[in-house]
């Protein structure tokens, strides 16, 4: 399925054609480096090994590896999103039958015309959840899903992050990692308008003031950073998270707080426009 990206980057938001065979070499060394620190591992193309439709339909899809834009996971089961991107859409029908393969329950299926992808969304501490009103997000996508969460107890705090006209989603500009650290870029997250909603209550605020509040550790990146996907972390333990190669500095800083990176060649991969946090949609954590 790289093929059809490789022949249409544009349509299918690849930054240029890949090296087919060093993309997947590098996508199984992220996936042996995610076993080998003892994370369970679950492959879409394995979950549809029975459902002929849905794995013919996977190969229709060269964006499926980015697995975090489709959906994202509660303990009520998983939401579903309609993509932002048209090209993506197709993704979504295969993740579904991936979680109904997997025993997943669907708590919140979108549909048209909303929009949002995975990529936009994070669960933060303190039963908190952060959205991005993005390019392809709408904010009834936003409104449905803080709703939902707030009116079935997932979270007791929803922030959303009206995101300047350009980014496409919040992890290439924040992300959470280990031991309450909130690395984040200034240049965008420090103008961003907040909007927090709990479910009596809404009132409008800064984003990145509220983490100070909350004694959060704030990580600050370059500009070049960002551009080299810095924000986009995978935490995966109280103290392990991965990376892409590269972003010296930034490593340094989280071993400084005690944090241990596993980094894998992102050559290839970042040319699809996404990081290690996109290539992996968290079904359990414990």
């Known amino acids: 399925e790289l093929g059809l ?7 299918h938001h690849f930054d240029q054609p890949v090296d087919i065979k060093r993309f997947i070499s590098d996508h199984q060394e992220l996936v042996d480096a995610l076993q080998e620190a003892g994370v369970e591992t679950l492959l879409v193309r394995d979950l549809l090994a029975d459902n002929k439709v849905a794995l013919e339909q996977s190969y229709r899809a060269p964006n499926l590896v980015f697995v975090r834009d489709s959906s994202t996971m509660t303990n009520n089961g998983a939401l579903l999103f309609r993509m932002g991107l048209p090209s993506r859409r197709v993704e979504t029908p295969v993740i579904k039958a991936a979680h109904e393969a997997n025993g997943v329950p669907v708590a919140l299926e979108m549909k048209a015309p909303d929009s949002f992808e995975g990529g936009g969304f994070a669960l933060l501490e303190g039963h908190t959840a952060a959205a991005g ?3 392809r997000s709408t904010q009834g996508a936003l409104d449905q899903m803080g709703d939902y969460l707030l009116d079935s107890k997932l979270v007791d705090l929803w922030v959303q992050l009206n995101m300047p ?3 496409v989603h919040i992890d290439g500009e ?14 965008v997250m420090e103008t961003v308008p907040a ?22 550790d704030i990580l ?6 960002c551009f080299d996907m810095a924000a986009n972390f995978l935490t995966v333990d109280k103290d392990l998270a991965f990376h892409y190669t590269g972003n010296p500095r930034v490593m340094q800083e989280c071993k400084m707080r005690g944090i241990d990176v596993v980094q894998i060649p992102g ?4 040319k699809g426009m996404g990081g290690i ?3 992996t949609c968290p079904v359990l954590r414990v």
């Open 133 to 135: 009103l993005c390019d």
């Open 5 to 11: 990206a490789n022949a249409d980057p544009v349509a």
């Open 220 to 225: 600050e990146i370059t500009d070049q950073e």
């Open 267 to 270: 050559e290839e991969l970042r």
């Open 165 to 167: 006209e350009g980014i």
């Open 174 to 187: 924040f992300c959470e990692l280990p031991g309450k650290v909130a690395l984040i870029h200034p240049e």
């Open 277 to 279: 946090h996109c290539m």
């Open 195 to 216: 909007i927090f909603r709990t479910r009596k209550e809404r009132w409008e605020g800064s984003f990145t003031e509220w983490l100070r509040e909350e004694n959060w």
